[in-house]
């Protein structure tokens, strides 16, 4: 009989908690080979400094039902990133504490950073001949991990920004007797893909948001205010979404532009975000009344949209995850295979952890069109089966219900 | 046989155009005295330019329906005065209008500012004699209307401030093994009704948001830093809500202290909002990680937290509106009578709009605690019912699907 421990890693998203749920439901199933199932909390961080819950108990309360549909991380997460040289003592540290706990089985749940603690773990393990499984559960809302067509958190996430931005227009078309321009900023330091999918916000061809921005292409700041001018002409309430990440292909972020912001009240020096920079630029250029939206952490972590299909995904990858480690799989991250998009077919698999953690997917080159300004239809072909189905959330006094550790 | 011209005004709700559908369902029964039904495309405004639409015909199809529970205004809106002086010459040219479309009944959906444009249009009417039938249908998510126990519009903003603050504050604890202060700015310059819904976020006693402070009390800074560590102390990651509008007492906007905010790129003075000043200051007097949110247009125009309470209150006021209308009432606003808050009973009535329109209600300062950083229970009853009852929106492809004029 061994023990789970499972922790969450890096941002959280609307579904993280699922594959919690997955992962905890499973190897309760378990009680043949697993006896407890343990939560890092804070991460491998707040491991190392012994703080650990006993979450399996959930199972027994109403509790770990709640987990599955609250958003961020109930585990509490961490931002730790382990030495590269797997000779530094905290190795030999962490094995000794699992040694002491009993545990056969880790799962971590997060994105990229969190791979990486995967692959060291596990290649650590297979140095000393530990036979600890060590596997990762994808989890990121930036959809920029290899070796699986998507990730849990994205289609919730993607629903979010593509339902918000279509509010967003709603709302700027209140005064469309004006013209007017709204910059939507959306998370994305180098992959566009959350920001690709506002593209679902529009009702109709040429429908907002008539200007879509990712950071995959170089952004031209000319070509931009040309094309934001010509957008007035058709649609007096212009919305744009762009990428926190655009750049001017030459390792510039377009909000580096913004030199001169001054400082603040106490002297400190104000950073503004490419929103803000571009919403000064078109004031500057254009003269039409301009505002700038900054979609803030609800983007990542708002249950409000969240898509059916990626919560029992999310669900899915934390079952499969203890199943393939019962197997004897380790240094693995679970995969999502997609065998057919309409109607739309899911299967699940793995690959290595180390092909994984350094490694980041960008929006195909091909599905970026009219200059880098608009998204093409085969996007939609593949985002679309990803936002589907609702979730209804339990609430109390008309307020959704989160789980939360006491 | 006379027709109906309906307009809406100021900004836009979740709910606005629940009343739109009410006037209009609503004037669709009564063909026996009511011909057609006008909409007025961007409010009085647009109706002197000659801009309106047969809104009545929407009836035969499903758009009506849609325009239920579509947010934002579907007729479009103005921030547009009538003339103090009702001897100007835009009043004739009004009625003049008025006859062309042999209109009978005058209903407008709006706030305080839209109240003024009814009172303005019955006293006039009063002046010429004239039988058109004014009356005002409120709307605002500031719930700062006289004269009636809340308005339509705010039971849904302070449902999706209360649970947008739940969210964020659920994200700000995924790495609380950090200090961190989150500072959450709400919309309202000079009531705080809204801001105080974010006590709903609270999942027990003492949760977030920690201090939440209104416009009604005048704002300490040093006051508010000593608030800020105490709550530390007991909540490592502390969620601060404030309004747009807190201010010293003495006249001034707690943003307009950040007078050294400096210039854009382009030479333009920065503003800066209430909530980027308190982060800073925050940041200069305590030190620890600080970041503060503005929440956007979404808290006026989601259909993410639509309360059904609000929704059918919206769509019954703008249904009363035409039977008062239709019983010979004019220069009137519809109002909500609170029977009771345990269970919720409502009774509708209507008020002379002349004395609401130049008027604003505060929240009761024995509703405002702690020094003014905490709201009491009191407050937690009047508001609870109002956000009740969750509604189901029509999807098309997992994103809710929104009426639009073609």
Not at 37 to 45: A, C, D, F, L, S
Not at 104 to 130: C, P, Q, W
């Amino acid at each position: 009989m061994k023990n789970i421990i499972v922790g969450q890693s890096g941002g959280p998203t609307a579904v993280i908690n699922g594959s919690l749920y997955g992962v905890v439901s499973e190897g309760l199933k378990h009680s043949d080979s697993i006896e407890r199932i343990y939560g890092m909390v804070n991460g491998i961080e707040g491991f190392l400094n012994g703080n650990m819950m006993d979450i399996g108990a959930l199972g027994k309360t109403n509790e770990l039902e709640l987990v599955r549909t609250t958003p961020g991380a109930y585990l509490g997460s961490c931002r730790y990133k382990l030495p590269e040289d797997l000779a530094d003592s905290v190795y030999p540290t962490l094995f000794q504490k699992f040694e002491e706990h009993n545990i056969g089985y880790f799962f971590y749940i997060g994105g990229n950073d969190s791979m990486d603690t995967v692959s060291k773990l596990s290649r650590y393990a297979e140095e000393i001949h530990s036979d600890i499984r060590f596997i990762g559960v994808p989890k990121t809302i930036d959809n920029d991990l290899v070796e699986t067509d998507h990730t849990p958190g994205y289609g919730s996430a993607a629903k979010y920004v593509a339902t918000v931005v279509r509010e967003i227009a709603t709302d700027a078309n209140v005064y469309d007797n004006k013209q007017s321009v709204t910059i939507v900023e959306v998370m994305g330091r180098h992959a566009g893909w959350l920001t690709a999918a506002s593209i679902l916000a529009r009702k109709f061809e040429g429908d907002n948001p008539v200007l879509i921005y990712l950071p995959e292409v170089a952004f031209d700041q000319d070509a931009f205010i040309e094309k934001v001018r010509e957008g007035l002409k058709t649609t007096p309430n212009l919305v744009v979404c762009i990428s926190e990440g655009i750049n001017d292909g030459n390792g510039t972020f377009i909000c580096e532009y913004a030199s001169d912001v001054g400082t603040d009240s106490f002297g400190h020096k104000m950073l503004t975000g490419s929103g803000k920079y571009l919403e000064n630029l078109v004031k500057e250029k254009i003269g039409v009344k301009v505002r700038s939206i900054e979609l803030n952490v609800c983007q990542r972590c708002s249950c409000a949209h969240l898509s059916r299909v990626d919560l029992d995904e999310s669900v899915n990858a934390g079952i499969y995850a203890v199943q393939v480690a019962l197997m004897g799989d380790t240094g693995k991250m679970i995969t999502f295979i997609r065998n057919k998009s309409v109607p739309y077919e899911l299967s699940y698999g793995t690959a290595d952890v180390n092909i994984i953690c350094n490694q980041e997917k960008p929006v195909p080159a091909e599905w970026i069109i009219n200059e880098g300004s608009d998204i093409s239809d085969q996007f939609i072909d593949y985002v679309r089966p990803l936002t589907q189905g609702y979730v209804e959330l339990p609430t109390k006094n008309g307020i959704p219900l989160f789980a939360y550790r006491k």
